[in-house]
């Protein structure tokens, strides 16, 4: 395997300097409150930053604290949340924080116990809240790091050793921020603007095409989207909810009853004599 060879203070010097003057101006980077930046990081898992920023704003003015989010129902956030998608993220960010009265977590290890959390999640708050110099990698930073070390895009485990090895300890949220912007703008997936990155000249990465990308069912026809049809309907709904024949009626599809029960199992709405709606406590 090649490994370009290049000192990490070098490396660090010109992402750092090109953060400076062309980062992206974000509203969760312009905040070290541990809840805001949770908020932000679980709303930009899976889903991009422009559909991210206005739900941003909404979710935090109905739920500017972790104590209004906590006091709400279920429903009232679901309804907030519409338009993400994941809705289990919703709940699962509820989950938390009605599981920290006193706050959330400042350590890794804590926020890494929180329902839906997980390492990546747990280290980026850590970071962005606390300024902990921790290494994590998503996937715009595996591919920065791994074709400009490696020639190729990182697994997540190499591109932590490498964030380990170059990172920078005293400016750790500028640093992956930066990492994030290059590969957001500039090494992106297919035909990245080599020209423009700031590390062109010591990358080592040869324009060939590394990305592998899954085949997934068209969203169309995915129980995703249907899913998220029958949380919106219920969402436009009376708080009592509908019957279940007129949220099929509403959703027009063979797979509503089944995907109800789904829903409900994972606590995501109610169901009872009367009907399905979202949960209301």
């Known amino acids: 395997m090649y ?3 290049t000192l990490p203070a070098t490396f660090r010097g010109r992402v750092l300097s090109w953060y400076r003057s062309s980062g992206r101006d974000l509203p969760w980077r312009r905040t070290q409150d541990p809840y ?6 679980v ?14 704003a909404r979710f935090l003015k109905r739920f500017p604290t972790l104590g209004a989010l906590a006091r709400a129902s279920l429903g009232d956030v679901l309804r907030e949340w519409s338009g993400l998608g994941y809705n289990r993220r919703a709940r699962d960010l509820q989950l938390s924080a009605r599981r920290s ?14 329902p839906g959390v997980g390492p990546y999640t747990a280290s980026a708050v850590a970071c962005f809240a606390h300024g902990h ?16 070390v490696l020639g190729r895009s990182a697994t997540e485990r190499e591109a932590v050793e490498l964030d380990r090895r170059l990172g920078s300890r005293r400016e750790p ?31 080592a990465y040869t324009g060939v095409d590394d990305v592998v990308r899954r085949r997934q069912p068209p969203f169309a026809t ?9 949380l919106r309907a219920l969402g436009h709904s009376r ?16 797979r509503v009853p089944r995907l109800v029960r789904s829903l409900a199992a994972e606590g995501l709405v109610e169901v009872s004599e009367r009907g399905v709606r979202l949960p209301a406590r």
């Not at 930009?44 to 920023?53: D, E, F, G, I, N």
């Not at 995915?222 to 029958?230: K, L, P, Y």
């Not at 708080?239 to 063979?254: K, N, P, Y």
């Open 3 to 5: 490994v370009k060879r």
């Open 36 to 41: 805001r930046v949770l908020v932000s990081e």
């Open 43 to 56: 709303m930009l898992q899976q889903t991009q930053v422009a559909r991210v920023l206005p739900a941003y």
């Open 101 to 114: 009265s006193r706050g959330l977590p400042a350590d890794i290890a804590g926020l890494d116990a929180l």
């Open 133 to 148: 110099a921790t290494p994590f990698a998503d996937t715009n930073i595996r591919r920065v790091l791994g074709r400009a």
């Open 173 to 203: 949220a500028r640093w992956h921020h930066a990492l994030m912007d290059i590969g957001a703008t500039i090494c992106v997936a297919r035909r990245p603007r080599c020209g423009q990155c700031p590390l062109s000249s010591v990358c």
């Open 222 to 230: 995915s129980d995703r989207r249907v899913r998220g049809a029958i």
């Open 239 to 254: 708080r009592g909810g509908v019957t279940m024949r007129a949220l099929r009626r509403a959703v027009i599809d063979t």
